[in-house]
């Protein structure tokens, strides 16, 4: 079979035979070490939480995909491909231009300042005169929460990077990751006693912010979440009703223990 | 009184332990109901193993086999399961090389199921075989005149390959992909994975289709030889079709049964319609090309071996029957019921069709296999009937109970129907969110 085993041949047969079998190996174990190399370049600190993000935002559903733009009624039925960083989205600047026609802006009850952008981890950031950034969490997110067990912040001089892990808070024994909206060097942390959780010294002298959500898509995306959020704490089999226009209680996991917080901060908080 | 006091805080904190393994967003079991499911298919695999060790240790002779029969009931579940598990390479071929995007909602339950499939096949052939020890021989010192050296090379190859796709579904598990140097393996896999899939569909061509050639090209076997082109008798072709037709059906069987038994939706119904259509356009080709191709051993090739064909069928409970069953019943049947729109959007019809088709398809590995042996070719030959004993039933079973016990920790601990989060949330019925 082989040319150092008695009885070999050299005929056409045992070479195309070899040469198949060779290549599908070759292209096996290249295929294994290319993966192997790049995974070793690629598991660096910043650059594992990058390549996390990527992945966590390939398993997205197409409804947890919408664009921003869709959100604000610029377009219809448009999904982000760009991990939500349109920054490298060459239509999100056309887009941005577009006036939605009867928009209706409502943050539902909800505190949404509009001197901040938001990303989509629940998270905002605000730009400070000193050109610091502070980082806090959403009034949607603080009510997500409620009053955490647990809250562990990055240590002031670590770096954090956008999409990847900000602080993890714990409530009731789930653990959830709240991500970074901003890559940058910690100077400061707060808490949930706190206006704010962290400060951060953006690692750009004039960071670009355009990943962020502001204005009318700030209000179709809280409407989205908390679309989402009713059907994540409807107790299964429950009959369907429709929200009355209350405003959501401070407390949700008190209100309602019973529903499923592991599932329900794995989705609102993009923590899959 | 004490013990009660106990229990619960107990049970909640293997449970709250356990759940830390289970992807966010996905409802499975207790652990305690899922710890009684698996033991019956563990006590099966105990048994197994028993017997396998028989095998083993007392050869053939633990067995209802003999050099008359030397292949059995073993060999049969090996062709059958690897004709099912082609779901894996055809799903691989149709969502990576066409890019039916639709098809990532199964695919990585199929790699799963070809992965346990084609392992099964070769944990059974080794025992089949035995001489376990002995198994690189086949490598080193291979018949290159032989069918079966391009099998044992690209099913081994292809074991390969699964392995290399199923390790970044086993990597995306919650508890470890928090090591961050498997997330990015995983990551880094997953975009080389249209490689492998492309790499799967050479190799599962090639393998099916020579396991079909292997009894095709047996003079000796009159039943079974067939005419073809070049080296390759007709029924390597058949064999490669057959299988790509029931892979998707027996991903709509398992999905299917997975449903029933979770009573859960884990894929939408547009992912079954497209699969069903997908076994329906094949399997119409394959039977057609079947039909074709026994009409031509029935007028030419039996009688130029010598042999009229419906000698074959006077040997009972190998009748006439088989022969219908195969191509109408389990053949036109199923392509007719898959191919219509209009009947296979009729409630049960998908699964009635697919459990059809890969019946048919089952069948005909057993006709190949126990039948082609059975028959007499020579004049002081004689019809041979085999029953296998409890020893190759219980290594039978043992395969079964792996499949299902693997099949079942990776349903429980991965992910891998992706729609299945959010079909579960839009089965909930929207209730209000705690106002005050």
């Known amino acids: 079979m082989f040319p150092f085993v008695d009885g070999f041949h050299w005929t056409f047969g045992h070479v195309l035979f070899l040469s198949i079998f060779g290549i599908v190996l070759a292209v096996i174990a290249v295929t294994l070490l290319v993966s192997l190399r790049r995974t070793a370049r690629e598991s660096k600190p910043g650059k594992a939480e990058a390549v996390r993000w990527k992945s966590e935002f390939h398993d997205l559903t197409d409804d947890e995909r919408r664009c921003r733009h869709d959100l604000a009624g610029r377009v219809d039925h448009r999904h982000c491909h760009n991990e939500f960083d349109c920054r490298q989205c060459e239509t999100h600047p056309k887009l941005a231009s577009v006036t939605a026609a009867e928009f209706d802006f409502s943050t539902y009850g909800l505190d949404y300042p509009m001197d901040r952008f938001y990303h989509r981890g629940q998270t905002w950031v605000k730009r400070e005169s000193d050109g610091t950034l502070t980082v806090g969490l959403t009034d949607l997110g603080k009510r997500l929460l409620g009053q955490p067990d647990r809250v562990n912040l990055p240590n002031t001089g670590d770096k954090v990077f956008a999409n990847g892990r900000g602080w993890t808070a714990s409530r009731g024994g789930v653990e959830v990751r709240i991500l970074a909206p901003v890559d940058g060097e910690v100077i400061a942390t707060g808490g949930p006693d706190s206006e704010f959780y962290l400060r951060v010294k953006p690692l750009e002298t004039n960071p670009n912010l355009a990943h962020l959500l502001r204005g009318q898509e700030v209000s179709g995306w809280v409407r989205a979440q908390l679309e989402q959020l009713q059907i994540l704490v409807t107790p299964a089999g429950s009959t369907a009703s429709l929200a009355d226009g209350g405003v959501l209680m401070e407390d949700l996991p008190k209100a309602q223990p019973e529903a499923n917080w592991d599932k329900v901060y794995g989705e609102m908080f993009m923590a899959p | ?436």
């Open chain 2, 1 to 436: 009184m004490a013990a009660s006091a106990i229990k619960p805080p107990l049970t909640a904190e293997i449970a709250a332990s356990e759940r830390q393994w289970i992807a966010r967003g996905l409802e499975r079991c207790s652990p305690l109901a899922f710890a009684g499911w698996m033991a019956p298919w563990l006590i099966l695999l105990g048994v197994g193993i028993y017997a396998t060790y028989l095998c083993l240790r007392y050869g053939l002779g633990a067995t209802n086999l003999d050099n008359r029969f030397g292949f059995g009931l073993w060999i049969f579940l090996d062709l059958a399961v690897i004709a099912l598990g082609a779901g894996a390479f055809f799903s691989g071929f149709l969502l990576y090389i066409l890019k039916w995007k639709e098809i990532k909602a199964v695919i990585s339950s199929a790699v799963v199921l070809g992965f346990l499939c084609y392992s099964g096949a070769m944990a059974i052939l080794a025992i089949d075989v035995g001489q376990p020890l002995r198994s690189w021989f086949t490598f080193w010192h291979p018949n290159v005149h032989s069918m079966l050296t391009e099998v044992t090379f690209c099913i081994t190859c292809y074991l390969i390959v699964l392995t290399i796709e199923y390790l970044p579904i086993l990597l995306k598990n919650r508890r470890i992909k928090q090591v961050p140097s498997f997330l990015v393996f995983e990551w880094e896999l997953h975009k080389l994975i249209p490689v492998m899939a492309g790499i799967g569909c050479l190799l599962s061509f090639f393998h099916q289709g020579s396991l079909g050639g292997l009894f095709g090209v047996m003079r000796g076997r009159p039943f079974a030889f067939r005419e073809g082109f070049a080296i390759w008798p007709t029924t390597f072709f058949l064999f490669v079709l057959s299988a790509a037709a029931v892979g998707p059906s027996f991903i709509i069987l398992t999905t299917k049964l997975v449903e029933k038994i979770t009573s859960k939706r884990l894929v939408k119904e547009q992912v079954y319609q497209t699969l069903a259509k997908t076994t329906g356009v094949l399997l119409t080709a394959y039977i057609a090309l079947k039909s074709v191709d026994t009409l031509i051993w029935l007028n030419s090739t039996s009688f130029n071996a010598g042999f009229a064909p419906w000698e074959y069928y006077e040997w009972k409970p190998f009748g006439g029957w088989i022969l219908f069953a195969e191509i109408v019943v389990f053949g036109m049947v199923p392509a007719l019921m898959l191919l219509s729109k209009r009947i296979r959007t009729r409630r049960g019809v998908i699964v009635l069709g697919a459990l059809l088709a890969c019946t048919g398809v089952v069948l005909n590995r057993f006709v190949m296999t126990i039948q082609t042996l059975a028959l007499p070719t020579l004049s002081f030959d004689e019809f041979m009937t085999y029953m296998p004993n409890w020893v190759e039933f219980a290594v039978f079973g043992m395969v079964i109970a792996y499949a299902v016990i693997v099949y079942s920790l990776s349903y429980r601990y991965l992910n891998l129907f992706p729609q299945e989060k959010e079909l579960s949330a839009g089965n909930v019925e929207v209730n209000d969110v705690p106002v005050r």
